[in-house]
């Protein structure tokens, strides 16, 4: 079974997290590289993410980022910060004896990105199906290049891509507030949601991705279908999904999943408060095997699953999330041992 985690990282130093970060995550765990959103500007989701379009430049605006006919320093900072975090990642791997067979990296999903960007209007992007459409077609060239960039220091190792798409239940049922915040805008279309998805995720394939995974934070079962339906409908090679708030007709849908051989990850491990341990591990194995058994799945299957923790680890103190990490590790362990002896 494999541990990871969303991508966010305490702290200000990628060299300091990277070497934690690939200490704690040996193979068979899924490494990352590192986010540090409290680097500030640029370092945050939306103007990380935002550095990777081509020929869509923006700039920070104090109501958020905005689309730009040319680039300005705010977005010089955040590829520079982008460019800073791939080198320091490519140092620490060249010094390691065994690099390992697995790295992702991470991107806003174009849904997502939509709503945080603003057009000149003042206006988000959301708003006009025209700007979606041309956000995704530059955010998929610059996702590509974003691939290849990685892929060239990561010593052969295979290179997960997880798409996060925080707010898409929002977006599916228009609860995205305007501008002004007096109205909501239209909902996307599901179909709309699923092209996109589809164009991205072969644009980085193409680049030599070996997996795209399309993460879910916020997802939960609607009358219209569930997000996990939909990201594998648009041909994700997985999803993850927060375990606390899965219901019967989601587990329906990992048993599915799983059969069909896609990767499963589960948001299993709930952020420790200030001081606290992480929960322990006899209550995490039951978490998900209770679950797991009752919907008819041989334990022996287990190791189709991926863990990570339940948020942002960037909101806890790097000893923290450290223990976090550990955690994780230990139950992906105890699982795996219940595998084999089932």
């Known amino acids: 079974m494999t541990a990871t985690a969303p991508g966010t990282w305490p702290g200000t130093d990628p060299l300091e997290a990277a070497k934690t970060i690939r200490g704690e995550l040996g193979d ?40 730009v006919d040319r680039p300005g320093i705010d977005q010089r900072r955040a590829v520079s910060l982008l460019s800073r975090d791939i080198n320091t ?32 209007n003042g206006e988000r992007a959301l708003a006009d199906a025209g700007a979606r459409r041309e956000l995704t077609e530059s955010l998929a060239a610059g996702a590509a290049e974003y691939v290849s960039r990685v892929k060239a220091v990561a010593r052969g190792a295979a290179l997960t891509v997880q798409v996060d798409e925080p707010l898409l239940d929002r977006i599916l049922d228009g609860r995205i507030p305007t501008a002004s915040g007096y109205r909501t805008l239209r909902s996307v279309p599901p179909q709309e949601a699923s092209l996109a998805w589809n164009l991205l995720r072969e644009s980085m394939l193409a680049a030599g991705a070996a997996a795209v995974v399309l993460n879910l934070p916020s997802a939960r079962h609607r009358q219209s279908g569930s997000g996990l339906d939909l990201a594998l409908g648009a041909g994700a090679d997985g999803v993850a999904l927060p375990l606390g708030v899965l219901g019967n007709g989601d587990w329906e849908g990992i048993a599915e999943a799983v059969e069909a051989g896609k990767q499963v990850w589960l948001g299993a491990l ?11 591990v006899t209550a995490l194995v039951q978490d998900i095997t209770a679950p797991w058994m009752r919907i008819g799945l041989p334990l022996r299957e287990l190791p189709a699953l991926g863990i990570l923790p339940a948020g942002d680890l960037a909101d806890l103190t790097p ?12 139950t992906a362990s105890a699982l795996d041992q219940l595998a084999a002896e089932s």
């Open 28 to 67: 068979p765990h899924l490494p990352f590289l590192v986010e540090l959103p409290l680097r500030g500007v640029g370092a945050d989701a939306v103007g990380r993410t935002a550095a990777l379009l081509v020929d869509l430049p923006v700039d920070l605006q104090p109501h958020g980022w905005r689309l």
């Open 270 to 280: 709930p952020l420790p408060a200030a001081g606290e341990s992480p929960r322990q």
């Open 319 to 330: 000893s923290s999330a450290r223990r976090v990490l550990e955690r994780l590790t230990q």
């Open 89 to 120: 990642l490519a140092d620490v791997i060249g010094e390691e004896e065994a690099p390992g067979s697995g790295l992702k990296i991470s991107l806003q999903g174009p849904l997502s990105l939509a709503a945080g960007l603003y057009l000149h």
